[in-house]
Nanobody, 128 residues
Framework: QVQLVESGGGAVQAGGSLRLKCVSS????????MGWFRQAPGKEREGVAY???????NYGDSANGRFTVSRDNSKNTLYLQMDTLKPEDSAMYYC??????????????????????WGQGTEVTVSA
C-alpha cells in the first residue's frame, strides 16, 4: 500500500515562506503525476500544483507565480515551495499521486478522482 506523508506546514506571517514536503513509501519515479491540493474551511479542495514524471509542471490559479513544485526521485519526495504567502493561502495542503496518468493530462484538467493516493495533509496558517 502506497503511503504519502506530508510535512512542513505551520504558522507564518503574510509575506513569509514555507516548504512543504511529501515523502512517498514507494519510488516516486513510478508515481506518474503528483500534485499538491489544498482545502480551506468551508471551501472545495483545489489543485495548486502538478508535476509529471517527466518533470513538466502546471499550476493552479492560486499559485500565481508564488509557488514552485518539484520532485526528487532519489529521495522519493515531492516538494512545494511557497513564497510571498497570503492569509488566503491558509488551508490544509495535501499531496496526491496518479501513477497511471499520462504526463499530458497532469494538470488542472485532471479530476481529483484520478489521483489514486492521498496523504493526510499538513496545515498552513498565514496571519495578516
Amino acid at each position: 500500500q502506497v503511503q504519502l506523508v506530508e510535512s512542513g506546514g505551520g504558522a507564518v506571517q503574510a509575506g513569509g515562506s514555507l516548504r512543504l514536503k511529501c515523502v512517498s513509501s514507494t519510488k516516486t519515479n513510478n508515481m506518474g503525476c503528483m500534485g499538491w491540493f489544498r482545502q480551506a474551511p468551508g471551501k472545495e479542495r483545489e489543485g495548486v500544483a502538478y508535476i509529471a514524471e517527466i518533470g513538466q509542471v502546471n499550476y493552479g490559479d492560486s499559485a500565481n507565480g508564488r509557488f514552485t513544485v518539484s520532485r526528487d526521485n532519489s529521495k522519493n519526495t515531492l516538494y512545494l515551495q511557497m513564497d510571498t504567502l497570503k492569509p488566503e493561502d491558509s488551508a490544509m495542503y495535501y499531496c496526491a499521486a496518479a501513477p497511471k496518468m499520462r504526463w499530458a493530462r497532469c494538470g488542472g484538467a485532471a479530476r481529483e478522482s484520478e489521483f489514486d493516493y492521498w496523504g493526510q495533509g499538513t496545515e498552513v496558517t498565514v496571519s495578516a
